[in-house]
């Protein structure tokens, strides 16, 4: 649920995706006082009318909608009041959450990427929401499960889910028409992907098959994952104390080498992946594996563009979502309650389905899109419903604290294969022995 993409000064929906924290929060997780946000009693008025802060996270279109359902629960739930005023983008909102809880004085919820739900729910103020879930508050068995795993710590609840997306591919239709290239369709393969990219570069026209973050930070490894899960692999071995990638790492940097080889990769230098997108709306990029929140700007941009899901190894589908979280801190009971009514309301599918068409994401359940708002949204946006069937298949990041180390030592390893420092093996070598050596610290 962040801004629409493409708005200026906007964190976007890709930047929710790849985002992996590197933020312990110890300090929150040592206070330990119970409702010292404001005081349990504070936020309830005379007339038993509770007020809850709400860092949402928001910017722009985004926020207009937020604001237009907020005014719309406020109608109907009148004892319950929304401060949306705290908070800074989602982008910061770690750091701002992980202050507050040092402080004693945070918000009743606030919007958390699900890359950083591990290390928020160490602090004993974010509530566990498993007998609410239990209890059938929600509709819980509804949302993707992709979704449900985004908040479920050693099965423990502990935040109700806020966005999914997922990747698949977009392609330039107009760079196949002019090089006679028939567009790819479900099922292909990533050896497919790799000659495709091959013969729709033209280094002398300044065209790439396809563009790869070379930073090392998440934007570069996300995109790995769909690729290892495909082989049979996994963030972390069933042991807890290996990564689960050892040979199917490797075989995944072997199609980036392919890549590096026939030179059909733009390799963006920069943080973001900013100049790879621009390079894919000036028309001179084939495919790029991305979400929905970057259509409006492919549209805009006038790109005459498919949208295929991701290629596999052996034809059975799997992609990568990126879940984002709306986590309760505890104010007391009457706040926690309050907090809880307002987020199952702004989740179920009657408001879910006007948040995604208006803000730029996908359906949080099956509810939401068999609703009408989703099915006329989809009807009116061309290949959006190839990443919502993807969902199915969607898999995501563990939520687990030594994550983010994991990420750093497989973007160190993949940057190393795109600039031809490395050897697949040898990378996956080097990124084992440092997240091995992670994963056997103590948390």
Not at 57 to 68: E, F, P, R, S, Y
Not at 105 to 129: C, E, M, N, T
Not at 370 to 382: A, F
Request: net charge negative; charged share 20%; with cysteine.
């Amino acid at each position: 649920m962040t801004a629409t993409p493409g708005a200026p000064g906007a964190p976007t929906r890709r930047t929710v995706l790849r985002t992996g924290s590197a933020v312990a929060l110890a300090a929150a997780a040592g206070a330990t006082a119970t409702g010292c946000g404001a005081g349990a009693a504070d936020g309830v008025a005379a007339d038993g009318t509770v007020t809850i802060q709400v860092w949402h996270g928001q910017t722009d279109t985004a926020l207009k909608v937020i604001k237009n359902l907020v005014a719309e629960f406020h109608r109907a739930h009148p004892k319950i009041r929304v401060d949306l005023g705290g908070g800074v983008l989602a982008d910061a909102m770690l750091q701002k959450v992980t202050a507050a809880l040092a402080s004693g004085a945070y918000p009743d919820v606030a919007f958390i990427f699900g890359s950083d739900l591990a290390s928020v729910a160490r602090s004993p103020q974010a509530v566990d929401l498993t007998s609410y879930v239990q209890d059938r508050k929600t509709p819980w068995n509804s949302y993707w499960p992709s979704a449900r795993q985004a908040v479920d710590i050693n099965d423990s609840i502990r935040a109700l889910p806020a966005v999914v997306d997922c990747l698949a591919m977009v392609c330039n239709k107009k760079m196949f028409a002019d090089a006679g290239i028939e567009l790819p369709e479900a099922g292909w393969t990533w050896d497919d992907f790799t000659d495709l990219c091959r013969r729709l570069t033209d280094a002398g026209q300044g065209r790439f098959g396809t563009g790869w973050p070379g930073t090392g930070d998440e934007d570069t490894v996300w995109r790995l994952w769909p690729m290892i899960w495909g082989l049979g692999g996994d963030v972390i071995a069933e042991d807890g104390k290996h990564i689960g990638f050892a040979e199917e790492g490797a075989r995944a940097l072997e199609v980036v080498q392919k890549l590096v080889r026939d030179k059909s990769v733009y390799i963006d230098p920069k943080p973001g992946s900013e100049q790879m997108y621009k390079v894919f709306l000036a028309g001179r990029m084939a495919m790029v594996p991305t979400g929905p929140w970057q259509l409006p700007d492919i549209q805009q941009a006038k790109i005459d563009y498919h949208v295929v899901p991701l290629p596999t190894f052996d034809g059975k589908a799997v992609t990568i979502s990126g879940p984002d979280t709306w986590t309760i801190f505890d104010n007391g009971e009457d706040r926690t309650r309050a907090a809880r009514t307002f987020v199952s309301w702004l989740i179920d599918p009657a408001q879910d389905s006007r948040w995604d068409a208006q803000a730029g994401s996908l359906p949080l359940s099956r509810g939401s899109e068999d609703t009408r708002v989703w099915r006329e949204h989809t009807q009116q946006t061309p290949g959006l419903e190839v990443w919502t069937d993807a969902l199915a298949s969607a898999r995501v990041r563990p939520v687990h604290p030594a994550y983010p180390s994991i990420s750093q030592a497989l973007g160190e390893a993949t940057v190393s294969v795109l600039l031809g420092r490395s050897s697949p093996q040898a990378a996956i070598r080097a990124c084992a022995a440092d997240a091995n050596a992670t994963l056997l610290i103590p948390r």
